[in-house]
């Protein structure tokens, strides 16, 4: 309804891309429906059956359950218990939730004629449901839910864009950070940054599309300069990477003339141009160790500049720049240990995989360091070692593919971060301002 009425261009993009996400995975479970619940025996079915009432139960009650966010509620000068206690009172209206569930859009409405349809729900677990909406006027009903229309039009662009690439000879490559619909839709190769640059150096085609950030279009520039590159997305930008320029460099040298200085892989082509050497997140500590003299620069990152700095300790010094990814500089120590003794109480060992742009409390903090394409690969393997109950400390695409090529059923604590794909900026070559290193 919100959707049809609101001639706001934020709104309408926003919740276009909520029911088209909805629906596609309404879509996906009536595919897997239909291929799977024909062929369970009879064993299996009630198995299914049991867990999709279980599961509706608590996602009922519990999706807006105060408990979830108690700490909240004093920041807003409520009153935890009375909040308790309005939430009781209003679930106990069956009446009141079986009228909201009479909207066509109902998130749960659509869920059980999902499952009706799908024949997961039978006269064993009917009554479950019937409290709450009307199972025969659901049979009648057609399996169109709100947002089909919108998930066709997505599949339809996909199936589109993957005919044009085909046509142009076009070798489509993106990062983990970006939508489901790119990375299995229509990329070729998906990984981090650096990995990308090297996949489209080998790929037989001569044209390049980079779903990414500007800088790491340029890298894939650097790497292949006899191949075309398409940047659909000029202005995106990067935090880190938007954090120096070329003259911050240039600046840097003449203070510390004489000084190597290494940059972090995440910056433009033109800081690069500038620089002695560059490194990536799983090289940067063995190369700048080797890097002559007693003293080194490290731009633009301070969050690795600072773990650069420890590992170091008493062989060099490590001059650091004031750059950061904001993403990566939420997380602290301190919030690792709370999330350790939590999981603790319950039982839970948790392993704590991070990204090198974390600070150097957080590394200390975790069990294994790397690259985002390294964390996913050691999500997975810790996964099929049954090791199950893992927090990513990266952006939250990782964690996204992660869930998403796992074969083993994971307790992962993804971090549902803004990413910096979604950060737009103009070119650094645009700004009139520089950050000077934390130690100048």
């Given amino acids: 309804m919100a959707y049809e009425n609101t001639n706001d261009p934020v709104l309408k993009t926003l919740l276009k891309y909520t029911m088209s996400d909805e629906a596609f995975h ?12 024909p062929k369970l025996t009879k064993k299996e079915h009630i198995k299914v059956e049991d867990w999709a009432e279980k599961i509706f139960v608590e996602l009922l009650f519990n999706l ?16 935890y218990k009375w909040v308790d206690q309005e939430f009781h009172k209003y679930i106990d209206q069956g009446e009141v939730i079986k009228d909201e569930m009479k909207d066509q859009n109902n998130i749960f409405r659509v869920l059980v004629k999902t499952l009706l349809k799908a024949h997961i729900i039978t006269d064993r677990t009917r009554a479950t449901y019937a409290e709450f909406v009307n199972m025969d006027e659901l049979n009648s009903e057609s399996d169109t839910v709100a947002g089909q229309e919108i ?34 839709g229509v990329a070729d190769s998906v990984s981090d940054s650096y990995s990308l640059s090297k996949a489209a150096r080998d790929a037989p085609q001569q044209t390049i599309l980079f779903s990414s950030v500007r800088f790491m279009a340029e890298t894939a520039k650097i790497v292949s300069p006899h191949k075309t590159v398409l940047h659909p997305s000029p202005e995106a930008g990067c935090t880190l990477s938007d954090s120096i320029t070329a003259e911050d460099v240039r600046e840097l040298k003449s203070r510390y003339p004489g000084v190597p200085v290494a940059c972090y892989i995440n910056t433009s082509a033109e800081v690069k141009a500038e620089v002695d050497v560059c490194v990536t997140s799983s090289n940067y500590l063995r190369i700048c160790e080797k890097l002559p003299g007693d003293r080194l620069i490290i731009v633009p990152d301070q969050l690795m500049g600072k773990h650069l700095a420890e590992y170091l300790a008493g062989r060099k010094e490590v001059i650091n720049y ?32 991070s990204h090198p742009e974390c600070d150097a409390d957080v590394i200390a903090e975790s069990d294994i360091v790397g ?18 109950d893992i927090m990513l400390i990266t952006e939250c695409g990782t964690a996204d593919r992660v869930r998403a090529e796992s074969e083993n059923d994971l307790n992962l604590i993804g971090t549902c971060v803004m990413c910096c794909l979604l950060y737009t900026s103009p070119s650094p070559r645009d700004r009139g301002w520089c950050r000077m290193p934390s130690s100048a």
Wanted: aromatic share 8%; net charge neutral.
């Fill in 26 to 37: 309404h879509k996906f479970g009536k595919i897997w429906a239909d291929r799977t619940v």
């Fill in 64 to 79: 807006v359950n105060p408990t979830e966010k108690k700490h909240v509620y004093s920041c807003v000068g409520l009153d």
């Fill in 151 to 184: 998930a066709d039009q997505g599949v339809s662009a996909l199936s589109e864009i993957n005919q044009l690439k085909k046509k142009n000879d076009v070798f489509l490559i993106a990062h983990s950070y970006q939508t489901p619909d790119i990375v299995y």
């Fill in 322 to 353: 004031d750059g950061e990814c904001y993403v990566h500089a939420t997380f602290t120590g301190k919030k690792i240990r709370s999330w350790r003794e939590r999981t603790a109480e319950q039982g839970i060992e948790l392993q704590v995989l």
């Fill in 371 to 388: 690259s985002s394409e390294v964390l996913r690969e050691e999500a997975l393997r810790l996964g099929s070692e049954g090791k199950s």
